[in-house]
């Protein structure tokens, strides 16, 4: 893909990755993980556990995701830009599907992500023929916890491996352009990724996919309880902490403002 240009639905295919796919939820950390390289930013309902402290996803609603959509999307990334479909704004209908899709698509998304196999296909394909374009979200589904029993993994059988299989099909016939396929067994991610013609994209399902996505508060340490297969490469909670110390030092000692920092 070329670099100078703001990357396209079109530009993500089967074989052109490995693609770096990361989360953020505002302008300013939206300008920096696109400037650092990222090929897809998601907006994520994970602002519901990262940004308003909730302890899952179910919270999040669409009024949430419209708003950092929009904060993202004001950041004009070269990114591809998709918006998480939160709890409730599909599963009641095609309909409702596509009003809520086009909220996200408005604030500046240039697709949607919708969590759910086979049982949602027909979704992912209304939203589809409307010029909306899908992500898929397979494995573990977050919006899915109380099902689950939690956050769990999901493909540990042959039953819920057939299913998987059957749910990536689904959703590449219905007409997503991708697939996020989370928290599943090594060797599943790599036999739905080579079940698909179009690419999978992985968090925490190993190296076989094609391409990797992860939360930013993970990947920069500001999560208080990463999931076990996130990697922090950098400390900024150390860092804003020790800022701000010493921003209450300066001040507590008459240090701050200083002359440079005001005017008589």
């Not at 796919?21 to 390289?37: K, S």
């Not at 394909?125 to 993994?153: C, D, S, W, Y």
């Not at 007409?175 to 079940?195: K, L, N, Q, Y």
Request: charged letters at 25%.
């Amino acid at each position: 893909m070329d670099a100078r240009r703001r990357r396209r639905v079109t530009d993500f295919v089967k074989g052109g990755g490995p693609y770096v796919w990361i989360t953020a939820y505002d302008c300013p950390t939206a300008r920096l993980v696109d400037e650092a390289g990222v090929d897809g930013i998601l907006v994520g309902d994970s602002l519901g556990m990262v940004v308003l402290g909730l302890p899952n996803t179910l919270g999040v609603t669409m009024a949430d995701m419209v708003r950092h959509t929009a904060a993202v999307a004001r950041a004009s990334p070269k990114a591809l830009v998709v918006a998480d479909m939160p709890f409730m704004s599909y599963e009641p209908g095609p309909e409702t599907a596509l009003k809520n899709a086009a909220k996200l698509v408005r604030a500046g998304a240039d697709g949607v992500k919708i969590e759910g196999g086979a049982e949602y296909a027909h979704i992912v394909e209304r939203l589809v023929k409307a010029g909306i374009p899908v992500m898929g979200h397979i494995g573990l589904n977050p919006q899915r916890i109380l099902t689950l029993g939690g956050f769990r993994m999901v493909g540990r059988t042959e039953e819920q491996k057939r299913k998987l299989v059957e749910d990536a099909k689904a959703l590449r016939d219905a007409g997503a352009f991708a697939i996020v396929v989370e928290f599943v067994p090594a060797p599943v991610a790599r036999e739905i990724t080579r079940s698909v013609d179009v690419p999978t994209v992985c968090i925490g399902s190993g190296p076989h996919c094609d391409g990797q996505i992860l939360v930013l508060h993970d990947v920069i340490g500001l999560s208080e309880r990463p999931p076990s297969f996130a990697k922090r490469y950098a400390d900024v909670a150390s860092a804003i902490k020790s800022a701000v110390a010493k921003y209450a030092e300066e001040v507590r000692a008459g240090l701050f403002p200083s002359r440079e920092h005001y005017r008589e």
